[in-house]
């Protein structure tokens, strides 16, 4: 079974979790004065990388908190877990 790490409740299963999304996706603070290509951007533009990937989790049936990780997208290995506007680990 796969664990995740929140950072305040600690290792987990990974049912008690739930995806949201790529993490440090930083929203246009004035919407009206950005281009539609930039808004696009925002709204669906992510990476796909091969490797290292910071996403946010939500530990849905736990904490109900949100935070971020890093997982590796071949291994599906986490490295760490870190709260909103923390660093990610080294
Ligand atoms: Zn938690």
Redesign the pocket.
């Known amino acids: 079974m796969l664990l995740i790490a929140?950072p305040?409740?600690g290792d987990?299963p990974e049912l008690e979790f739930r995806h949201a999304g790529e993490a440090h996706v930083t929203r246009p603070a004035d919407p009206a004065a950005v281009s539609d290509a930039a808004w696009t951007g925002f709204l669906y533009e992510r990476q796909n990388p091969r490797g290292l990937y910071r996403e946010r989790w939500r530990?849905l049936h736990?904490?109900g908190?949100f935070f971020n990780a890093v997982r590796h997208t071949l291994t599906d290995r986490f490295l760490g877990s870190y709260p909103p506007g923390g660093e990610p680990p080294a």
Do not use: D, F, L, Q
């Open positions: 929140c305040w409740c987990r530990h736990g904490c908190r």
